[in-house]
């Protein structure tokens, strides 16, 4: 029985078999993360430039994209890696790659929800929006996601690498994933783990029930609109975010409460590149496919710089 200690590197699950394949996987990684790392640069340039986009949805919008930004890079490096050079070491980098991608997925899934708030504020207590979400409200609100993401990654972090580890090295995903981790644990103190997974899933069915209760508001208050107008141009403010949050929730729901039966190791590899590569390099486009301010802010940004050129 050896200790989690003696481990030096882990294993991870080889995309391909063949070196075409692993070649082709390498160009599709590479792909999603130049347009994810585009997108969400240039989300937090024109949000950053742009002074008449200083306002709470677009201030969140920032922070998102930098989670996401942080989700990529978190990730696909080291598949892209491994890929091209037909490896599947992974060292101490296990812990730290853990670490972070836990991190910003939980600091996203926080963000989410505080940007759920700022829709039911901005449609079904307008008169008060000023108030609820001033500038230092909003700065407090990012601060906590961001801390409870931290705090969330750290204690899983050191309760996952703190198990003893008799069943190999071998984790049947392509990054570092703390269930995989789990698998290869020989001791009892993994119920310890999965406490704390029990834990941030509770949170996290506390956020879901949340975000349902604030688009049931939501809807009714839009629905009371007399205008079509009016509530075209209500549901147009909540439309990018709702579209965010369904896939978000929906990968990850289905990656983790997918029956056993239906588990395959093809089945896991697709999933958790589905929540993991996708949303990041999806979310940008989506904001700026349905908000007119961030799109002609983000194609200003683009023109000044090719004519800076």
Request: aromatic share 8%; glycine share 0%.
């Given at each position: 029985m050896s200790n989690s200690s003696s481990i030096r590197h882990f294993l991870l699950l080889a995309l391909a078999d063949t070196w075409q394949l692993q070649l082709l996987h390498f160009c599709l990684l590479l792909g999603i993360?130049?347009?994810?790392l585009l997108g969400n640069g240039l989300i937090i340039s024109a949000v950053a430039c742009g002074h008449h986009l200083h306002t709470p949805m677009f201030f969140f919008l920032l922070n998102l994209a930098l989670t996401d930004l942080g989700v990529i890079?978190?990730?696909?490096?080291?598949?892209?890696?491994?890929?091209?050079?037909?490896?599947r070491n992974i060292y101490t980098g296990c812990a730290a790659q853990l670490f972070f991608f836990v991190f910003f997925i939980g600091t996203e899934f926080s963000l989410l929800t505080v940007m759920c708030y700022d829709c039911y504020v901005s449609i079904c207590k307008p008169l008060h929006y000023g108030t609820l979400l001033g500038s230092r409200a909003c700065a407090h609100m990012a601060a906590a996601a961001w801390a409870s993401g931290f705090l969330n990654a750290l204690m899983h972090t050191a309760s996952t690498f703190s198990l003893p580890l008799c069943h190999g090295n071998a984790l049947g995903q392509f990054f570092c994933e703390i269930p995989q981790i789990l698998k290869l644990s020989c001791s009892n103190l993994y119920l310890r783990e999965l406490g704390f997974l029990v834990f941030s899933i509770s949170l996290g069915l506390g956020c879901s029930v949340f975000i349902v209760f604030s688009y049931v508001q939501i809807f009714k208050a839009v629905l009371s609109i007399p205008s079509e107008q009016g509530r075209h141009k209500a549901f147009s403010t909540?439309?990018?975010?709702?579209?965010?949050?369904?896939?978000?929730?929906?990968?990850?729901?289905?990656?983790?409460?997918?029956?056993?039966?239906?588990?395959?190791?093809?089945?896991?590899?697709?999933?958790?590149?589905?929540?993991?590569v996708v949303p990041p390099a999806l979310n940008?486009?989506?904001y700026s496919l349905r908000n007119q301010d961030l799109k002609a802010s983000v194609w200003r940004l683009m023109t000044a710089c090719f004519q800076g050129q």
């Open positions: 993360s130049l347009a994810a890079c978190s990730t696909v490096p080291k598949a892209m890696h491994n890929s091209l050079w037909d490896t909540c439309h990018p975010h709702l579209a965010v949050v369904s896939l978000f929730l929906s990968t990850i729901i289905f990656s983790y409460l997918k029956p056993p039966s239906m588990s395959s190791p093809s089945l896991d590899l697709a999933l958790s590149v589905l929540y993991s940008p486009l989506i």
